[in-house]
């Protein structure tokens, strides 16, 4: 019986000294989960906004300031120190930043100032009425898009 | 005797393979040849059929080609379709711009490389091709000269695309059984104007579309990523996602679309919102 708890209990310390080693290992530099998680914060605020503009939520103005605002926090964030080299989809796998984005680090900030402005122009509307909101949504998907063309790897 | 059939079968073979290689121009009733088509028209054409996507490198009206489409066969460069008389296609006359849109032949009687989607073209209406025309004559011309195709032997000879358009190119609908105006419409701008499938649909070792994998994704010419399935088993969106996802970007959790598929998006937003779901109707109907 001791003998059965004693190995359970080294089963489990095992099982979590893998699992911990697993994480160890996955050796995901903090900059990416950084600006993965960025990236999440964008969308969370977004899909708010955007069950709004499709109707599949009712509209809620002071919902849709509060989603408008957090995406200007969001873009008011230098995302310099995200971005360090070596970490491209050509070094790390599972990774969907490509090359390009080093090759042409100043137009990628530029692209960055896209979603100051876009989302500058979200929250000036926002709370007014849902018309607004589906208006300015268009320019908010085209500010996350423009980065996506050109530095995001394609696939499903 | 023996030695006869055989110089006769080679004969004939020959004979096969001149007429199969052979350029089979658009047959000239198709068109309305006269008939002046709609600018205004023929701007949602362009919007629907893509042609900016590639012929437009900075996505200018200037259609002066130049954008590189890497495949396995070589890397094809579009060509400049801008209305400059030298180097675009201002000289052309209506005839000559729908047999290369329509059947893939050149003015000199050249089969052109299906790079250039007219396996898709081929399905669409004379008149909108006359309405597309009249509208790439309003857009700016440009000098830039065509860059020629980066191919190696044996695709480069261009006679054996005769063969390969013999195989692989038809005026058939994929999708056959169409039972509503919405469902018809749908597979029109998919299979005639969108070329969906020349990215969607995964090719056999020459080339071909497999029709029997229709837009259920395939690898990226590019080596990079894979483009997704639109079978709706795959996708899993509804018909409004994808109609929303056509008109503004937006994935149904609040991603955005990428890559090339950024053009895709901003062509088909110009449509108006039955278009869209009328695309959507399409995609939800594959089997």
């Known amino acids: 019986m001791m003998k059965s708890v004693t190995l359970l209990a080294g089963a489990t310390v095992l099982a979590f000294g893998t699992m911990a080693l697993a994480d160890g290992h996955a050796d995901v530099n903090p900059a990416v989960k950084a600006r993965q998680s960025h990236m999440q914060l964008y969308a969370h605020n977004i899909a708010i906004l955007g069950g709004m503009a499709q109707e599949s939520v009712e ?10 605002d957090n995406l200007v926090a969001l873009a008011s964030i230098n995302e310099t120190t995200y971005w ?3 970490t491209g989809n050509d070094m ?8 390009a984005i080093w090759e042409n680090m100043d137009d990628f900030m530029v692209k960055q100032d896209g979603m100051v ?4 122009a979200m929250a000036e509307v926002a ?8 208006g300015a949504i268009r320019d908010l998907g085209g500010a996350c898009s423009a980065c996506h063309r050109e530095y995001r790897q394609r696939d499903d | 005797m023996r030695k006869r059939w055989f110089i006769g079968a080679g004969v004939v073979g020959i004979a096969v393979a001149y007429s199969v290689t052979a350029t089979r121009p658009l047959a000239p009733e198709r068109l ?9 028209d023929g701007a949602l054409i362009f919007a629907a059929a893509g042609c900016g996507s590639c012929h437009s490198e900075d996505g200018t009206d200037a259609l002066a080609g130049g954008k590189a489409f890497v495949s396995d066969f070589g890397t094809f460069y579009a060509p400049n379709i801008s209305m400059d008389v030298d180097h675009g296609i201002g000289g052309w006359s209506d005839y000559d711009i729908a047999n290369a849109m329509m059947a893939g032949v050149s003015p000199d009687g050249a089969h052109y490389y299906p790079a250039f989607p007219y396996t898709t073209y081929a399905k669409m209406d004379p008149p909108d091709a006359l309405d597309l025309i009249a509208y790439l004559r309003t857009l700016p011309s440009d000098a830039t000269p065509s860059r020629a195709h980066d191919v190696g032997f044996p695709f480069n000879i261009r006679r054996s695309l005769g063969g390969w358009k013999f195989l692989f190119a038809g005026t058939d609908w994929v ?3 169409v039972d509503t105006p919405e469902l018809e419409r749908g597979r029109y701008l998919v299979e005639a104007m969108g070329h969906c499938a020349e990215c969607h649909t995964p090719r056999n070792a020459l080339g071909g579309l497999k029709t029997g994998e229709w837009m259920q994704g395939a690898a990226n010419p590019s080596g990079e990523g894979r483009i997704p399935s639109l079978h709706p088993d795959d996708l899993g969106w509804s018909g409004g996602d994808i109609a929303y996802y056509l008109d503004t970007g937006f994935t149904p959790d609040f991603d955005t679309v990428g890559g090339e598929m950024v053009d895709v998006v901003e062509n088909i937003a110009q449509l108006n ?3 869209r779901d009328a695309i959507a109707a399409y995609l939800l109907a594959l089997d």
């Open chain 1, 92 to 99: 790390i796998e599972g990774v969907k930043a490509l090359p």
């Open chain 2, 273 to 275: 919102d039955a278009d």
């Open chain 2, 32 to 40: 309305e040849i006269g008939r002046i088509g709609s600018a205004t």
């Open chain 1, 84 to 86: 360090p080299e070596g």
């Open chain 1, 59 to 68: 509209y809620d103005a002071a919902l849709a300031q509060i989603a408008a």
């Open chain 1, 127 to 134: 709370g007014t009425d849902l018309a607004s909101v589906q």
């Open chain 1, 117 to 120: 402005t876009a989302s500058a």
């Open chain 2, 175 to 177: 999708m056959q059984d």
